[in-house]
């Protein structure tokens, strides 16, 4: 008894097909494929540190057959900080976009996406801010280090507290039916991730279960008050106006729909609550991704303005990495270094890994004094001008076709849609039940 009603029945619309996502291009998908999810805010061009951080990572995913891949653009998380000043969002996503095409993100391949031309987003938004706890938003790390470190903006807004929920909602709305969920993110996103699982949760435990039709009153009335007294919770009812039925769905979104079935009521009572499952709980998709500091030994940053941008000329990559950071302690040219301290190795490690000789050359010249800073970073700075310019070459290519890259976002976003309004359709009826209300009120 207690088994049926934990088996998973999703309520889907079955409009969810595979080959709406325009993962046409890869050839055949086994039958357990993982969706992915992760999207950027265009708050500025990307850089090195993006590409080595997310993108390089999004290109294998979206050339792995297992995994069906949804890229986007997010302009309305852009608002949370930069509501002041929205002049620059429009041109940023186009840039953005311009910057995922020239990473090697592939149309044919991934949906690529821009948030704001689909209102399913939002509308998800607003039914999972109903259920969220405010604690719970408040407590999330990155907020309060926003909050206290972010000068010249008033980020005490009901938009940038709720960033966490309209990013799960930005997720949870591609929830596949029999497909796993997973976002790729950087460790100092996993938190939100966590966080929209637990909002799926909450969610789920409001939304997702129903209680079996065929139990009448007083039959009903009954079984509610065996199961209070057993939860002994009816000691202390919190609203007297509460009916039985009430209290108990109150209850239970506050304590999880799972914890209460799980031991907390007999098989015979658990066998009239039907779970039906809405919404999915993502998966954060760690990768480790190689170490990229900027210029100055911080994280890479355009706010910092240490960062080399995806369109940097080779003037400028001179320029900045001649006076690039390097070993502290090696202050003067005779002095040994140790390269494992030095921003320069790490690039060196990702940019002259494919030059034979070249890491142990900087190992053995730096660590003996064979080799000056200069040499080093000069060295470097050629095998990244060479990484770099089939990169910018494409970017140029699209640079020149604004047109034709806004054409391909639209398509991008046509497709996600689909997929975003199947999702709602469930969601709507999970929570309002209005089709079932029409259906019963057609004679
Ligand atoms: N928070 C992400 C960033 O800072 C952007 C983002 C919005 C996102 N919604 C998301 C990332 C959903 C992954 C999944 O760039
Ligand atoms: Fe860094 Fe190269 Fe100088 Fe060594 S020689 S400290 S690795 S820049």
Redesign the pocket.
Known sequence: MGEENRKETVVGTGKEPRLVTGAEGKKSRPAAAGRVLSGMRPTGRLHIGHYFGALENWVRLQNDPAYECFYFIADWHALTSDYADTSGIAENTLQIMIDYLAAGLDPAKSVIFQQSVIPEHAELHLLLSMVTPLGWLERVPSYKEQLASIRGKNLRTYGFLGYPVLQAADIVIYSAVGAELFVPVGKDQEAHVELSREIVRRFESCNGYYIRGELFEPTRKKMFNAILSRLAVLESPSNPDFTPEQFLRHWVAEQGFDNFIDGLISDEQKSFFIRRRILQEPKALLTSTPKIPGLDGRKMSKSYGNAITLSETDEEIRKKTKVMV??PA?KRRTDP?N?DV?P??DWHKLFSAEEPGRLEW?RQ??TTAG?G?IE??DAMATNLIKWIAPVRERRVTWENDPKGVLEILDEGSKKARVVAQGTMERVREAVFGWKKKRDENKK
């Open positions: 390097t070993d090696r270094g390269p030095c320069v190795y900087v010249g730096c080799i800073c080093c970073k």
